[in-house]
């Protein structure tokens, strides 16, 4: 994440691509987060035994390292053996992250949850046929490089609208309630998410590949349906919420951050949306100005707030010690909260309107919080 802040800064001073730093979030910070959150939620719901910490671990270094041989053949300009050795590790490590979700739910202690280990599965299938079609895109696999005017659409939604988000919901499932203090309930919000937020991404890349403008706004019409199913299902765990008495700011930046995400994720999908309808044709589509709010608004925010009420949980050490994390992770939470959406909305706005101002000073304040959260979270982790 910090990383990728630095590049995306370095990139809009010197008005250079945002592939490097979208693909640093994306490839490096969403996909490390994924390998490491899916087999602990999985293990957990299931009431098992996890896969042997090393083999776990080296899920997750394989990860980190094929996303940092992407990044770095491609900005480099290293050749392109260097990034599909690269995507190679990242299929691996996928294959790994599978294997670890899957094998502990096989004899589960607790009752099966087969929603979120189908939409688990969906997020795996959809981010692998992703990285390999970017991974052939970098290897410069002749006919995809001729075709990426019309792949590319497909990389992205594959990726990011299918794996990243699919993976964000079925974590959703089972932590909002859990944040909020309420049971797991299934209603028609997640029956729609899963549906929508499955579905929808598939049908947009069968619009792409066949250039078939009405599917893919169908398409695109679906996830934003499954996207509100899902701030339905967020909400109603909200409304079922515990009678928490202490620790309110903590709780706080967990819950809003959560709710905020999914919001962001409505209104990005929305404008996709819009967006499409009122273009020509599907050639040359790109994320653009959406990709503030799927990645600011939606993945890193999501990934925040899973980690504010998770590091004081799932670390090791007694009571005492995670109850000073959770003071720590409670700094400025509200000023944090509100910071980070207010200048996610002003940067938005300022990138559609061109109003350069804007789109820096909200950019900016973005940028600056996330940077905060990753300290407090460092700071919590060192507490003793």
Known sequence: ?????????????????????????LAGAATVAIGTFMPHFAVTLAGTRPS????????????????????????????PSVGALGSALLLLGLAGVAIHTLAPLREPLARRHHVVTATYLMALVDMAAGVVLGGLAVAGVAPVVAAWATIRPAHAWLTLFGGVSLSILATLVYLAPTV?????????????????????????????????????????????????????????????RGPYTSEHDWRSVAVWHLIAGTAWFVAASAAATVRMIGAGSTAGWSLGALVLPLVAGWMLQELVGSWTHLAPSVTPGGPMQHARQRRVMAVLARTRLLTWNLGLAVAWIGVWLGARPLAVIGGGLVALVILVSVAVLGRALLVR
Do not use: E, N
């Open 180 to 240: 909020f203090g309420a049971r797991i309930r299934a209603g028609w919000g997640l029956a729609v998410a899963v549906a929508g937020m499955g579905l929808g991404p598939l049908i947009v890349v069968a619009g792409f590949a066949f250039d078939a403008r009405v599917v893919v706004i169908g398409g695109m019409a679906a996830t934003v349906a499954g996207g509100i199913g899902q701030v339905a299902y967020v909400l109603d765990a909200r409304q079922r």
């Open 1 to 25: 994440m910090v990383v990728s802040i630095a590049a995306a800064a370095a990139a809009a001073a010197g008005g250079g691509s945002s592939w490097a730093p979208l693909h640093l979030a």
């Open 52 to 79: 042997a910490s090393r083999w776990r671990l080296a899920v997750v270094l394989a990860l980190a390292a094929g996303s940092a041989a992407v990044v770095g053949g491609v900005t480099l300009s290293a050749g």
